[in-house]
């Protein structure tokens, strides 16, 4: 089982960058796949990202271009870092985990982070 925290959201300005946390426990972080979620209110549940291995990325084309997912393996943690935020961009953004093959299908993912709130004002 893995568990994940997320840190890192915050109110940031238009134009402006984030760089959101997720620190895994538990099982081998290097075999799983990683992905980013995020959740506006009274949306559904939508892919941002996701990173499986060192260098299998894929991303949501809402965030192509401005958003990057790394993953360091030594701290055991994935970062989503976002620049050029745009309102739209607020949500609760989660951390997942999935032991299965790369996918950017929430149900996919077993293991999930509390999420953290991203504000980006006009």
């Known amino acids: 089982q893995v568990q994940l925290v997320e840190s890192g959201g915050g109110l940031v300005q238009a134009g402006g960058s984030l760089r959101l946390s997720c620190a895994a426990s538990g099982r081998t972080f290097s075999t799983i796949s990683m992905g980013w979620f995020r959740q506006a209110p009274g949306k559904d549940r939508m892919f941002v990202a996701r990173?499986?291995?060192?260098?299998?990325?894929y991303y949501a084309d809402s965030v192509k271009g401005r958003f990057t997912i790394s993953r360091d393996y030594a701290k055991n943690t994935v970062y989503l870092q976002m620049n050029s935020l745009k309102p739209e961009d607020t949500a609760v953004y989660y951390c997942?985990?999935?032991?299965?093959?790369?996918?950017?299908?929430?149900?996919?993912?077993?293991?999930w982070g509390q999420g953290t709130q991203v504000t980006v004002s006009s």
């Open positions: 997942a985990a999935s032991q299965g093959p790369a996918s950017s299908f929430a149900a996919d993912f077993e293991a």
């Open positions: 990173i499986k291995g060192g260098n299998a990325l």
